[in-house]
Every structure is written in C-alpha cells, then in structure tokens.
C-alpha cells in the first residue's frame, strides 16, 4: 500500500557530518512528518534516512543499519508493533514511538514491546530531538564500572550482564539500566518521577511515569519466582520503588 506523494526508502540521501557517525531511521507514512522530523535530526548532525511503511522499515534496518528507530505505530500493511517486534527479537536497537493513539493501553502496548520512548502527535519537533539525545545518551554511554551486587542480583555494567542467583537474565537495554540503577542503590525508595530523571533522562513532563511502572513489572516477570509476591523490587505504596526489604 502506498501514500501518494510519498517517496520511498532509499539509501545515500544527504545529510550532515556527524562525529559520531550516529544513524537515525525515521518511520511514518505522513510525508510531512518524515520531511519534518528528518529535517530537524540532520540539522542536529544526524545520518538520517526515511520509511514510508512496515516493509520499507524493514529494508531499512538491513540495509542503513540504524542507532536508532523514530517509529510510527499506525503504518500502512506492516504496522509499527509489528517492526518493533522484528526490532526486540534482534537485539536492544533503540526505538522512540510515534503514536497518535492517546489511549494508555496503546502507550503500555508499545512499552510491554521493549520500546525506549514514546512521543504523542502532534509534538515539537525539538522535543523529539531532545528525547533522542536522550535516549542515544543511554544506549551508548554507559561508563564502564566494577560489578556490584545485592541478595543475589549481581550487575556486570562493562560487559552489561546481570545475573540473578548465578542465573544471567535476558533484559532489554532499558531493563537493565533500571535494574542496575535500583541494585546501585538497594533500600532507597524512588517515586516514577525520580526514575524516570536517573534512568530515562526525562521527566513527568514529557514522558508518562506508566513507562516505569510497564519497566518494573517485566524485569520482575524475568527475575521474580512470583512476580506478585516479589523477593528483590518492592512496591511502597503512595511513594514508588525500592529494591530489598
């Protein structure tokens, strides 16, 4: 299915030097809004490259090999869940959704998928760039540092591994950031709005403090006997979380 006045994925476009080499892929089948948000990442010295649907995103991956996806979820044939599943099932590429569903099941639907961030039309196109940034900062970053433990959580940052009881767990880039962040810090309690600063680089403001909240039940999914009666993350109610009791 196409879009008229919509120009198809294609590699070699022009873009800005930058240092980093760092590469953005933009999926959205609006014309304008490709047109817009490429515009704004290049001035900011990003490669930037463009997708009108699923399967161009696709080719997109393989072929431009992206730092990072802006990905829209409501996309012709192939929809943006979809990529973003193809996405999670090779790695932690981050993604920052476009969604112009304001439902928050559809916001948590995106989370539960393993994406990194999300932006609800209409937005600011600096916004975006900020968040980007932000969530470019996270991925690629991260210092290297001793490994450090707590009851059974051991966090390996330089090789990013985390095991629990000598059992390494699978989790996503932002998964283990906030579990090392909590194991970092064992028994202090920290609302949504403090994790969404020390983990994500953002705030109440710009992101919903649900994406915590989506973060928190997976990795007690993952390292939780019984994710309802957790051993390591405990809910304080009224406050937020804290790890160890």
């Not at 948590?108 to 998928?113: C, D, I, K, N, W």
């Not at 390591?232 to 937020?240: K, L, M, R």
Request: with cysteine; glycine share 6%; hydrophobic share 40%.
């Amino acid at each position: 299915m196409s879009i008229p006045g919509a120009e198809p994925y294609h590699l070699g476009c022009v873009a800005l030097p930058n240092p980093s080499g760092q590469r953005i892929l933009v999926v959205d089948d609006e014309p304008r809004i490709r047109e817009v948000v490429a515009n704004y990442l290049r001035r900011d010295g990003y490669h930037v490259e463009t997708a009108v649907d699923g399967e161009t995103a696709r080719k997109g991956l393989a072929e431009f090999k992206p730092d990072l996806v802006v990905l829209d979820l409501m996309l012709p044939a192939v929809s943006g869940f979809e990529v973003l599943n193809d996405i999670r099932r090779e790695g932690d590429l981050p993604v920052i959704l476009l969604t112009a569903r304001v439902e928050e099941s559809d916001r948590v639907a995106g989370l539960e998928l393993g994406a990194d961030d999300y932006v609800v039309k209409p937005f600011s196109p600096r916004e975006l760039v900020a968040r980007v940034r932000t969530v470019l900062r996270r991925s690629t970053g991260r210092p290297p540092s001793d490994p450090y433990e707590y009851d059974g959580i051991a966090i390996d940052v330089a090789r990013r591994v985390a095991t629990v009881d000598e059992e390494r767990v699978e989790l996503t880039a932002k998964e283990f950031d906030l579990l090392a962040f909590l194991v970092a810090h064992p028994l202090q309690v920290f609302s949504r709005g403090d994790l969404l600063d020390r983990v994500w680089g953002s705030s109440p403001e710009w992101q919903d403090p649900a994406t915590v909240t989506v973060h928190v039940r997976r990795i007690r999914q993952k390292i939780e006997v019984d994710s309802q009666a957790p051993r390591w993350i405990q809910t304080v109610w009224g406050v937020g979380y804290r790890l160890g009791s």
